[in-house]
T-cell receptor, first 112, second 110 residues
């Protein structure tokens, strides 16, 4: 158990809908990163938040957006869902930027 | 071409064998991570390296910055080591972007 929790565990949406995924960081961690992992692939970096500010972003379109709250919990929002957005979404928290990351169990999203 | 390449893609070993998984990367990095992912998705961070070698139990990770290469070794492998092992690097000039390999699927047979 890493102390990082994510909700929901599973989610089914249809094309065009919007989704919000949530992550609760390990206590004391001020940095959170979000990843998308398609079936059979390695995770792809979406973005990182440090102290409520975006601190790096991968090659994902603007319809992927995030928030980090003062208690360092975090949300990933995806608008206008596409079929290819079906994946496991992982968040990982760390004490500081660049430190060891602790991963949550992931949210499995299916877009129909 | 991926920024991080791993080999082999799949590996089957007998219990007790010494295992090596390789990772090569093409970008400048500030750190390299070895991750273990079990079926169902849970990921555990095994090592974070920026130079040299680290050991934790039966696991050893090495990195050669000049050659842009890292290896993960498992000594006296055990069926519970069966998992996907993923190499990930944090780019040094890419705004905190992380690049991941596609993973090495390891099966250790009793």
């Amino acid at each position: 158990e890493t102390g990082v929790t994510q909700s929901p565990t599973h989610l089914i949406k249809t094309r065009g809908q919007q989704v919000t995924l949530r992550c609760s960081s390990q206590s004391g961690h001020n940095t959170v990163s979000w990843y998308q992992q398609a079936l059979g692939q390695g995770p792809q970096f979406i973005f990182q938040y440090y102290r409520e500010e975006e601190n790096g972003r991968g090659n994902f379109p603007p319809r992927f957006s995030g928030l980090q709250f003062p208690n360092y919990s975090s949300e990933l929002n995806v608008n206008a869902l596409e079929l290819d957005d079906s994946a496991l979404y992982l968040c990982a928290s760390s004490l500081w930027v660049g430190e060891t990351q602790y991963f949550g169990p992931g949210t499995r999203l299916l877009v129909l | 071409k991926n920024e991080v390449e791993q080999s082999p893609q799949n590996l089957t070993a007998q219990e007790g064998e010494f295992i090596t998984i390789n990772c090569s990367y093409s970008v400048g990095i500030s750190a390299l991570h070895w991750l273990q992912q079990h079926p169902g998705g849970g990921i555990v961070s095994l090592f974070m390296l920026s130079s040299g070698k680290k050991k934790h139990g039966r696991l050893i990770a090495t990195i050669n910055i000049q050659e842009k290469h890292s290896s993960l070794h498992i000594t006296a492998s055990h069926p519970r080591d069966s998992a996907v092992y993923i190499c990930a690097v944090r780019g040094s000039n890419t705004g905190n972007q992380f690049y991941f390999g596609t993973g090495t699927s390891l099966t250790v047979i009793p």
